[in-house]
């Protein structure tokens, strides 16, 4: 009875197994999903649903009945529109290709249904098997104080590895040339016999040597390729630097570096560090600014009115109707920097006076200050 119910686990495993493989041969096409929907590869959400809403419109069996190219265009339309408006399917897409959405429908480049087998053999060699991630990318961006304190947007071209368009990730020439392995019949695994002793026989899986476990022999080469599934290419990213953002911050952009023409590895994140250039008036120390003014010796006993620009071109009014002393710290609040994630609010602005004293006096000049200023002097000492 064991042995029956074995049999038809097998046979039923099989089945799935076979399904998901034609299912996955199926989906495959020559055609891009964004050529197919007529929109750039940087298109938004609204713009792919526009493109599909109009495409379906045309294509629809409903208009053209007994037109049978229309109905394939009506059918790659609503593939194309599954894909692209799935933000996890599109991410796919763009890094692997269509392969890379076979390979996930049949549930990853290692044995897919194999994990399945191996619950009934008691192998799972590959059981447990995760993506890696390659290595992120970190740069530095230097950016003004004026850029962290009203805020910019930074427009890079970096170069790295993309895609192939012309094969869409499968490294063949063309959708004819992708044949299932020989070897593993498609699965990307052998099952393995281990004699451990006497009447005990382990099965354990391995992956295929033929197709490295990919299920799948490519016959002709892509030409623009030559089958390693990406190409150099450049990516244009916008890096918003947010108000009150600090030096030494990250922005991250997830799997934005190389694309990998392996599935088993995922692109690594862009990392930009905010570096922040010296500002010749201001300096920055957490969410608060410091300045230096200087005053003359007028200015500086009689009191006095100074206006300056800030970062963001409004003008700061700076007063006093007392004696200033030199190195004396004025705090004015809310001219500071915004804070981060709280741009509406901003840290102390901290003015240092210093006095400019003239370098010379007449004669006059000094019995005049002598009796201005001598028994004061002494009364403060």
Known sequence: MAKLSLSTAFLVVAVLFVSSVEFGAAQDDEEDYYEVLTVDRDATEAQ???????????????????????????????????????????????????????????????????????????????????????????????????????????????SKQVVCATCRGSGAKSSKDIKKCGTCGGKGFRLVQHQLGPGFVQQSQQPCEKCNGKGKIVKTRCTVCAGRKVVHGCDEITIDVER???????????????????????????????????????????????????????EAL???????????????????SKVTQPDFVMAIPNEGMPQHNFPSVKGFLYVRFTVILPTSLSKDQKTGVVK??????????
Not at 65 to 86: I, T
């Open 48 to 158: 792919i649903r526009k493109a599909y809403r109009k495409l379906a419109k045309q294509y629809h069996p409903d208009r053209n009945k007994g037109d049978e190219a229309a109905e394939k265009k009506f059918r790659m339309v609503a593939e194309a529109y599954e894909v692209l408006s799935d933000n996890t399917k599109r991410q796919t897409y763009d890094t692997h290709g269509k392969e890379g959405l076979s390979d996930q429908q049949q549930g990853g480049g290692h044995g897919g249904m194999g994990d399945m087998f191996s619950n009934f053999f008691g192998g799972g060699g590959q059981r447990g098997h995760q993506q890696q991630k390659a290595q992120s990318l970190r740069l530095d961006l230097d950016v003004s104080l004026k850029d962290l304190y009203i805020g910019a947007s930074v427009e890079i071209e970096i």
């Open 302 to 320: 009689t009191g006095f009115k100074k206006k300056f620009k800030h970062l963001d071109g409004h003008e700061v009014l700076v007063k006093r």
């Open 372 to 381: 201005i200023l001598d028994n004061k002097a002494h009364s403060e000492l």
């Open 244 to 298: 009150g953002m600090r030096n030494g911050e990250e922005i991250v952009f997830p799997r934005g570096g190389d694309q990998m023409g392996d599935m088993d590895v995922i692109p690594g994140d862009i990392i930009y560090t905010i570096r922040t250039a010296p500002h010749k008036r201001f300096e920055r120390i957490g969410d608060d600014l410091y300045m230096n003014l200087a005053l003359t010796l007028t």
